[in-house]
């Protein structure tokens, strides 16, 4: 998980990054509210805790910043968010109730109290944006400042997709970027896509040939895009390109979430096309 750490994911991000700026403090404060809450008042007259449940409920809120921190650095929202979204929704409802010692007198409860407000206002932010899809309003305004190069909800999908269409399989595409190595089928060479993973998803026709085929010529490149956002290619996807913010990219196949382009540097393969603007 931590092969593609990324610091830059998150500091890239304006809403990760003030949400953790927030958390963070809030988790410390709250934390210390409650250390000093059982030192000065110790247990209950029934042998609870001076702040009963919370001591679970701030470990779980822990785990869950955490938890978003690594993912979000190595890029898997898309494959954590749903576990992240569940956990939060737990640590939220703690967290409300932990507001209620706002209205005490003692300060170490006030400091509870303020801690547990700070971290249930980030936690809904941050379970909004892992349970809303790419097309809802919430998506698109919480990415508003920009994604800081996070893959979309979907690249998970979409990477299976672009794996199945340009890379791999019995009658793939070995090397997008200039078809060195095309597998062998009966003898003869083959051009065209790989077989889906499932027998029901529907398959684009395969043309074979008795020779290599040949490169991808300057005509073929008949789109051109720009990339909104700077990316960085998967190393366990070979197909994929990185590019820079503002970088021309030429546009061969501009169908489906992946379009197949060559960058500036002349380096060809898939990227998404959500980090791209057509021009």
Not at 134 to 161: K, P
Request: glycine fraction near 8%; hydrophobic fraction near 40%.
């Amino acid at each position: 998980m931590l092969n593609n750490f990324d610091l830059g994911h998150v500091v890239r991000h304006p809403l990760f990054l003030v949400t953790f700026i927030i958390a963070v403090p809030a988790w410390i404060i709250a934390f210390a509210g409650q250390c000093a809450a059982e030192a000065k008042f110790g247990r209950n007259t029934d042998g609870t805790p001076a702040v009963r449940y919370l001591w679970y409920s701030i470990w779980i809120q822990l785990a869950c910043i955490i938890h978003l921190f690594l993912a979000t650095c190595t890029d898997g929202l898309a494959v954590h968010r749903f576990q992240l979204a569940v956990v939060l929704v737990i640590a939220e409802v703690f967290a409300v109730f932990g507001t209620e010692y706002i209205f005490t007198s003692e300060g170490a409860f006030i400091a509870v109290g303020v801690g547990s407000l700070l971290l249930a206002m980030v936690d809904l932010v941050w379970i909004l944006y892992l349970t809303s899809e790419e097309d809802t309003l919430f998506y698109n305004v919480l990415n508003a400042g920009g994604n800081g190069g996070l893959s979309s909800h979907s690249r998970r999908q979409a990477r299976r997709d672009s794996a199945a269409a340009f890379a791999g399989g019995e009658t793939g595409i070995g090397n997008v970027s200039g078809y060195q190595s095309t597998p062998r089928i009966n003898g003869s060479y083959s051009m065209g896509y790989a077989p889906a993973a499932t027998d029901t998803t529907p398959q684009k026709n395969v043309t074979s040939y008795d020779h290599a085929t040949p490169p991808v010529s300057d005509e073929q490149y008949k789109h051109r895009a720009k990339a909104m956002y700077a990316y960085s290619a998967s190393p366990d996807d070979p197909n994929e390109v990185s590019f820079a913010k503002g970088d021309i990219l030429e546009v061969m196949d501009n169908t489906g979430k992946w379009y197949q382009v060559r960058t500036p540097s002349g380096q060809t393969g898939i990227a998404p096309s959500n980090y791209l603007s057509p021009l």
